[in-house]
Every structure is written in C-alpha cells, then in structure tokens.
Nanobody, 122 residues
Framework: QVQLVESGGGLVQAGGSLRLSCAAS????????MGWFRQAPGKERELVAA????????RYADSVKGRFTISRDNAKNTVYLQMNSLKPEDSAVYYC???????????????WGQGTQVTVYS
C-alpha cells in the first residue's frame, strides 16, 4: 500500500550537514504521520523525529533537537530530514516510517523504507 524510498545519505565530516529525503508512494500520503528512525551497529532502532500528517506537530529526540529538522511536502509525497552540526554519534542507517497513527509511528510501527547510510567522521 505504501512504499518508502530513502535517499541523501553519505559520508560527511563532523560539523557538516546532510538532507535526507523519503519519497512515498500513494495518493493518500498526506493522511500519514511520518517519522525518521536510525539504527547504529549493535543498537536498536531509535526515533529521531516525527511529523504529523498536517505538519502541525513534530517530535525530536533530545539528542538531535536544535540540530535536525523534519519537514514534509505533501504535494511531492516527500518527507525530509535536515541534519546540521553532525556528530560522529549520529552515524547510523536512517529509516523512514509511515503510519496513519502518529502514536504508532512514534512506537516504530507501520511501513518502513530500506534505509540510507549516514557516516560522520572526525
């Protein structure tokens, strides 16, 4: 029903920036809450940021608040994660998630993309 494809990952020096994109299929994209998760080696997936279907609410992990910004363009069926002031501890595979329920997205339920690698070096 919903397919998600992440892009924009790569190798970046500490202090640099990246913008991740998540392209979603389906004409009902605007009805889904969206989220970004990340998973580092040996760790579970953790919520990075989430955004409601209307863009009226957002949520960020304390570790990224003030550095990362989630946004969406429903006309393009795309969700973005702007990552600034990157740190080595931000290195992980970043995944896009979608669900009609905002609480389900925060809980890690719903549809998932394949992920995009982000590596921050210093």
């Amino acid at each position: 029903q919903v397919q998600l494809v992440e892009s924009g990952g790569g190798l970046v020096q500490a202090g640099g920036s990246l913008r991740l994109s998540c392209a979603a299929s389906g004409r009902t994209f605007s009805s889904y809450a969206m989220g970004w998760f990340r998973q580092a080696p040996g760790k579970e997936r953790e919520l990075v940021a989430a955004i409601g279907w209307s863009g009226g609410w957002t949520r960020y992990a304390d570790s990224v608040k003030g550095r990362f910004t989630i946004s969406r363009d429903n006309a393009k069926n795309t969700v973005y994660l702007q990552m600034n002031s990157l740190k080595p501890e931000d290195s992980a595979v970043y995944y896009c998630a979608a669900h009609q329920s905002s609480s389900a997205v925060v809980a890690g339920k719903g549809y998932w993309g394949q992920g995009t690698q982000v590596t921050v070096y210093s």
